[in-house]
């Protein structure tokens, strides 16, 4: 089963516009959420997390944003530059043994293009 | 130190055959990760490591995958008698013992089974 969903195959967005890219989760034990972004042959790099305590976190360009009632969070980039366009993974984590996170569950990732 | 080093980076190989990637992490990093990714997909765990100790694997893990992490630095991971179906990128990771700051991905090993 899909534990981490991202529904959007693809997203276009002109420059300088905002991108929201979204993910939807299911497990309740998820309290650590990352995103991730990939160039083709190349590893998954990260962006930014948020744990479950808080609803928003912010870095520069990009804020995640968390909402636990819906377990939903999405990923705001503003503005949108073309060096942004890149596969896009939501992944989340559940505290392994009870004091530090283990595995990471992904979604299936998000194609950003963003157009000059 | 210059992040997760991944070797090789391509492997084709026929089917039945045996291939072993081997993958060394950040220094300071005591866990390690395996995932696998297919095309169009998210990266799908395989097996992690604290140290030299074996966590936790994935049903994904069939007994023709095995990995190690003999003296709790870099770890190998191989595939026995591969398939067609074993084709995809792998793809190693290391962390921290809290993890909260992001796991680093390597650049991965890709596996094309002829």
């Known amino acids: 089963d899909q534990q981490v969903k991202q529904n959007s195959p693809s997203l276009s967005v002109q420059e300088g516009r905002i991108s929201i890219l979204n993910c939807d989760y299911t497990n309740s034990m998820f309290d650590y959420f990352l995103w991730y972004k990939k160039y083709p042959a190349e590893g998954p790099t990260f962006l930014i997390s948020?744990?479950?305590?808080?609803d928003k976190n912010e870095d520069g360009r990009f804020t995640v944003f968390l909402n636990k009632s819906a377990k939903h969070l999405s990923l705001h980039i503003v503005p949108s530059q073309p060096g942004d366009s890149a596969v896009y993974f939501c992944a989340a984590s559940a505290k392994a043994g009870g004091t530090s996170y283990g595995k990471l569950t992904f979604g299936q990732g998000t194609i950003l293009t963003v157009h000059p | 130190d210059t992040g997760v080093s991944q070797d090789p980076r391509h492997k084709i190989t026929k089917r039945g055959q045996n291939v072993t990637f081997r993958c060394d992490p950040i220094?300071?990093?005591?866990?390690l990760y395996w995932y696998r990714q297919t095309l169009g997909q998210g990266p799908e765990f395989l097996t992690y490591f604290q140290n030299e100790a074996q966590l936790e694997k994935s049903r994904l893990l069939s007994d023709r995958f095995s990995a190690e992490r003999p003296k709790g630095s870099f770890s190998t991971l191989e595939i026995q008698r591969t398939e067609q179906g074993d084709s995809a990128m792998y793809l190693c990771a290391s962390s921290s013992l809290s993890g909260n700051y992001g796991y680093t991905f390597g650049s991965g090993t890709r596996l094309t089974v002829v």
């Open positions: 220094s300071e990093h005591n866990r």
């Open positions: 948020i744990s479950s305590i808080k």
